[in-house]
């Protein structure tokens, strides 16, 4: 199976990343054609400054990697070292309708919020659905905020080949990442735009102390506390073991346990995760050079399929000179 996802370089990469995207990716490295890619043309909808897009985009390159992203089994590359996906991007524009664009719940929200739209923000499902076709991808994990823009790509797959009567562009599929909803230090989503994230790479100091100035109610230590109401509790579901968790839900219910023992035990438990990647990412960052070969070798095997559907693409619609259409 072709798999494929990218993930923008908008941001520190937090905690809400790593167990709603990035973990799913680097399991089902195990046994599928992965494309991993920064999504760099797309983050430029929202970081417009040359020297912070830098640095994000090598950022994700080297918390990919630390996280347990292994360059031998997967494709990682930079969204803009495939430039295929700008030419398909506007081959798509031209069959899909400004309705279905107009329908983007994200597109939508982002203008509720008063966010002036530019035609980079407007189009982004268009950039995304040739990030996927231009693979033809078979499943694209992704959080539940996504599933729409993969739903896009299906009907532009569509179009594209019911206008040049053709199978050029393949149907992918959406998969649902396993943990959809990573609360943050507020108790909302954990999203860079709310300033409630932990992030992956910080000291185990910072990290610690994120942690346990997350909010809870206002019980006091003997009081028994329901923990499926608590987001310290929704979040160590997500990074400890069963039996952890099981036992956790005990000493909630049972009453005697103050949140401040239950923040350390979630901060023993994110630190399990988070301890060695932070010493790989500084082994990573001591040889730069390493990176940007893994980025290379990525895209240069992305790009050979890129072009080859780029290929069938421009023949099936008369944009290849100096040679017969396939009809
Ligand atoms: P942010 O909300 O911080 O801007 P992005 O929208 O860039 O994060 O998300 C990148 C990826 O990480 C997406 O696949 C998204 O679904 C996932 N993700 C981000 N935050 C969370 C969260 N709190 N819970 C689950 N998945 C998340
Ligand atoms: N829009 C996605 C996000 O914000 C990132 C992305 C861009 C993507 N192109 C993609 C994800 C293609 C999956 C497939 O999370």
Redesign the pocket.
């Known amino acids: 199976m072709r798999v ?5 370089p ?1 941001g520190r990469l937090h905690l809400g990343n790593y167990l709603g ?1 990035m973990k799913q990716h680097i399991e089902l490295q195990e046994e599928n054609d992965c494309f991993f ?1 920064i ?1 760099n043309y ?1 983050s430029l909808t929202t970081v417009q400054d040359a020297v912070q897009l830098r640095d994000y985009t090598r950022d994700v390159a080297f918390d990919y990697m630390a996280m347990g992203l292994d360059p031998e089994k997967v494709a990682l590359f930079r ?1 803009t070292d495939v430039p295929e996906v700008a030419e398909l991007a506007w081959v798509l524009s031209t069959v899909t309708g400004k309705g279905l664009l107009e329908r983007a719940t ?1 597109y939508k929200d982002k203008v509720a919020k008063n966010i002036m739209p530019s035609m980079g923000l407007f189009n ?1 499902p268009i ?2 659905a040739a ?2 076709l231009i693979f033809k ?1 078979d499943i ?4 539940k ?2 599933i729409q ?2 739903e896009m ?1 299906q009907d532009m797959a569509g179009y594209f080949n019911n206008v040049f009567k053709c199978e050029v562009l393949k149907r992918p599929e959406w998969r649902l990442n396993d943990s959809p909803y990573v609360p943050g230090v507020d108790g909302q989503k954990m999203s860079k735009s709310y300033d409630n994230t932990i992030p992956l790479f910080e000291t185990a100091k910072k990290t610690k102390k994120r942690i346990m100035s997350m909010l809870t109610d206002s019980k006091t230590v003997e009081e028994p506390k329901d923990p499926d109401s608590c987001n310290v509790f929704a979040l160590y579901t997500l990074v400890a073991t069963e039996e952890e968790v099981a036992a956790l839900r005990e000493r909630y219910i049972a009453g005697g346990m103050g949140y401040g023992d239950a923040k350390k035990q979630l901060a023993e438990a994110v630190e399990r995760i988070l301890g060695p990647a932070r010493e790989k990412r500084e082994h990573l960052e001591s040889d730069p050079a390493l990176v940007e070969n893994v980025l290379q070798a990525g895209a240069e095997k992305a790009r050979n399929v890129a072009r080859g559907v780029m290929e069938e693409v421009r023949d099936a619609c008369g944009l290849m000179t100096g040679k017969d259409t396939h009809r």
């Not at 494929?4 to 923008?8: H, K, N, R, V």
Request: glycine share 8%; proline share 4%.
């Open positions: 494929l996802s990218g993930i923008q908008s995207a890619f999504a797309h969204q994200s982004y950039l995304m990030d996927i991808s694209v994990p992704v959080g905020d996504q823009h993969v790509a």
